[in-house]
C-alpha cells in the first residue's frame, strides 16, 4: 500500500465559532478524499503572530481571516502574513476569508498571491469544501 500523503492546512482566524466552521469543513473532506491515499491534518492559530512562528512547517494550504487581533489585541490584517507566507514557500495555497467585502483589497490580495478571496457568508463557506478538494487533487496531480 503507498505512504498515506499528507496536507497541512493550517487556520488562521480569531473568530472561535468560525474556526469551527472550518474544522468540520476540514474533516468532512478528510472523509471525502480518504479513497484517495491522502489525509488533510490541521493547525489553528488566533494571530498572525502566532502563525508566522510555524510557517516554516510548510503549510500547503493556509486559510487566512483577513482581519485579525493581533497579540496586544490592535487590528490587522493579513497582507503582512500572506507576503511572509508567500516566501516560506511560494506553493502554499492561500484562501483569505474575510467578513469584509471590498473589490479593492480582493485584487490586491489577489495579485500578492492569494488562491481565492471568500467572504464570510453563507454563499462562500458553501464554496470553501469543493475549492478544497480541488486545491487537494492538484497538489496530488503533482506530487
Given amino acids: 500500500m503507498p505512504e498515506l500523503k499528507e496536507i497541512k ?30 489525509r488533510i491534518s490541521y493547525q489553528t492559530f488566533y494571530s498572525t503572530k502566532e ?22 489585541l490592535k487590528a490587522d490584517t493579513g497582507t503582512k502574513l500572506l507576503d511572509v507566507i508567500k516566501e516560506f ?8 476569508i474575510s467578513g469584509q467585502e471590498s473589490d479593492r483589497v480582493r485584487k490586491e490580495l489577489l495579485a500578492k498571491g492569494a488562491t481565492n478571496y471568500l467572504s464570510k457568508d453563507e454563499e462562500s463557506i458553501k464554496t470553501i469544501k469543493p475549492l478544497l478538494i480541488s486545491l487537494i487533487d492538484k497538489k496530488l496531480a503533482k506530487s
Fill in 89 to 96: 514557500n511560494p506553493n502554499t495555497d492561500v484562501i483569505i
Fill in 9 to 38: 492546512v493550517f487556520i488562521i482566524e480569531d473568530d472561535f465559532v468560525f474556526i469551527e466552521i472550518l474544522v468540520n469543513l476540514l474533516e468532512s473532506v478528510n472523509s471525502e478524499i480518504s479513497d484517495k491515499n491522502v
Fill in 51 to 72: 502563525a508566522s512562528f510555524e510557517l516554516s512547517q510548510k503549510p500547503d494550504i493556509v486559510m487566512l481571516d483577513y482581519y485579525l487581533m493581533d497579540d496586544e
